[in-house]
């Protein structure tokens, strides 16, 4: 199976070690972003991956187009155009201190400011199975928001799976009646999806469906009205301060949960989007629901002890750690 990926690439820094903004003068500089994260990681699986996005005509453009080839991510669907990249300042946590993300110019970066127009979504689909469309593009801008409902439309015409994660951000969506909104563009783009990722708040806060009975039932609810083949997530859980994690996966006829597992965290960022790469690796197999979930979880479990966002994970490496619980040494 073919993947390719619609998202903006941004430009992490961050402060070496665990230090403040206010302690260096010194950043570490990283191209991410969901679409690269995922993409990164299957193409670390073995898969043939592809990133959709605009980066800027200039110099940056093309050291973030290095950046993503070198991870094993093909490039030749990449768009020139503009002068500004997304960027943003992660801060790592550390003990009680949260990790902490500051944003700057999404709106107006090469991405940002690009609608439907500047891709070559045909090409896109005749050499991908797989697309996937990252939440946020519906979040950032008219022009984004087009060209995320454009690719589903099409993507869906030529018979193409789509996953589609929420990924919403209430930081980029404080304007007045801006919920309201954002449910219409979700609305819109999810009776073409067959994954999502997302949870039960962003059902019950964003699509505000009503909580009637179960968690289960509600997600039954949503999966079946739109005809969603798998959806997935995972909850987070802290027991004596000790922080812990465990996926969960649906269809329409079942459900898994994975292993609760302990985290150690070295950089938490990324990590949801180990999570996502694991699933579509299953769903690409052809795994159970409950080999998908668990090679997903630990995936995830993973990507905490990767400093930076993109996962750099391997299936043999997630699969020692599964059948060897404790292994702190392979030769």
Same mark, same amino acid.
């Given at each position: ?8 690439? &941004? ?21 991410? /972003? ?11 699986? +073995? ?11 200039? #110099? ?32 790592? +946590?550390?003990?009680? #201190? ?9 709106? =107006?970066?090469?991405? +940002?400011?690009?609608? =439907? ?31 995320? =409902? ?47 990722? +997302? ?23 949503? &999966? ?27 269809? #329409? ?14 950089? #938490?960022?990324?990590? /949801? ?24 979880? &630990?995936?995830?479990?993973?990507? =905490? ?20 619980? /404790? ?5």
């Amino acid at each position: 199976m073919k993947f390719a990926a619609f998202g903006e690439v &941004m430009l992490r820094l961050s402060p070496p070690e665990y230090l403040l903004l206010d302690q260096t003068n010194e950043l570490r500089m990283d191209y991410t /972003g969901t679409g690269v994260n995922i993409t990164a990681n299957l193409a670390q699986f +073995g898969y043939e991956t592809s990133l959709v996005t605009v980066l800027p005509d200039n #110099r940056l453009g093309q050291v973030a187009k290095s950046a993503i080839a070198k991870y094993g991510i093909k490039t030749d669907l990449l768009s020139f155009a503009h002068q500004h990249i997304g960027s943003y300042f992660a801060e790592n +946590g550390y003990g009680a #201190r949260p990790t902490q993300v500051t944003y700057q110019n999404r709106h =107006h970066s090469s991405f +940002g400011v690009s609608n =439907h127009e500047a891709y070559d979504f045909e090409k896109v689909l005749a050499e991908n199975d797989l697309i996937q469309i990252c939440g946020i593009s519906l979040s950032l801008t008219d022009e984004t928001r087009d060209a995320a =409902h454009t690719l589903a439309k099409k993507a869906a015409d030529a018979g193409k799976k789509i996953c589609f994660d929420f990924n919403f951000r209430p930081s980029l969506n404080t304007e007045p009646n801006k919920v309201a909104f954002m449910k219409e563009q979700y609305e819109e783009i999810l009776p073409y999806c067959d994954i999502v990722f +997302g949870s039960v708040r962003d059902l019950t806060d964003l699509l505000q469906m009503e909580m009637t009975g179960t968690a289960d039932e509600l997600i039954l609810q949503f &999966m079946e009205k739109y005809q969603i083949d798998w959806f997935a997530g995972t909850k987070r859980f802290s027991e004596k301060s000790q922080k812990q994690q465990q996926g969960f996966l649906y269809s #329409r006829e079942t459900q898994a949960v994975s292993t609760k597992h302990e985290l150690t965290i070295l950089d #938490r960022i990324g990590a /949801g989007d180990a999570y996502a790469a694991g699933v579509l690796t299953g769903y690409a197999e052809n795994w159970s629901l409950e080999e998908t979930v668990e090679f997903a979880a &630990m995936n995830a479990v993973l990507a =905490h002890t990767i400093h930076g966002d993109v996962p750099l994970t391997t299936k043999e490496q997630v699969f020692i750690v599964l059948e060897n619980p /404790g292994i702190d040494l392979i030769r």
